[in-house]
Nanobody
Framework: QVQLVESGGGSVQAGGSLRLSCATSEYVYIGYCMGWFRQRPGEEREGVASIYMASMGGGSTHYVDSVKGRFTISIDNAKKTLYLQMNNLKPEDTAMYYC?????????????WGQGTQVTVSS
């Protein structure tokens, strides 16, 4: 069982930056898929970014169009931590952000979820 704990959320003005962290209870092994999702009030959860672990240092990444060029997903396996660097934040980025893990790879139903961290961007 993989446990995930997010941190790093907060309030920031538009154009600012935040870095979210997701501490994992174990190393993220080759073949795992790790992701960041967000959910705005009254809306469905949306996939923001994912990384497929082709090596212990990382692998291929994918981003939703609305964050391309602004957000970067990365992993530091030595620290057992997944990151989401968010730059040039916009009010529409306001949401609860969750990290997720799937030990079976990307494309299926995500196995494990964190409890979420709130990001609020003011204009």
């Amino acid at each position: 069982q993989v446990q995930l704990v997010e941190s790093g959320g907060g309030s920031v003005q538009a154009g600012g930056s935040l870095r979210l962290s997701c501490a994992t209870s174990e190393y993220v092994y080759i073949g795992y898929c790790m992701g960041w999702f967000r959910q705005r009030p009254g809306e469905e959860r949306e996939g923001v970014a994912s990384i497929y672990m082709a090596s212990m240092g990382g692998g291929s990444t994918h981003y939703v169009d609305s964050v391309k060029g602004r957000f970067t997903i990365s992993i530091d396996n030595a620290k057992k931590t997944l990151y989401l660097q968010m730059n040039n934040l916009k009010p529409e980025d306001t949401a609860m952000y969750y990290c997720a893990a799937d030990t079976r790879g990307c494309g299926g139903t995500w196995e494990y979820w964190g409890q979420g961290t709130q990001v609020t961007v003011s204009s």
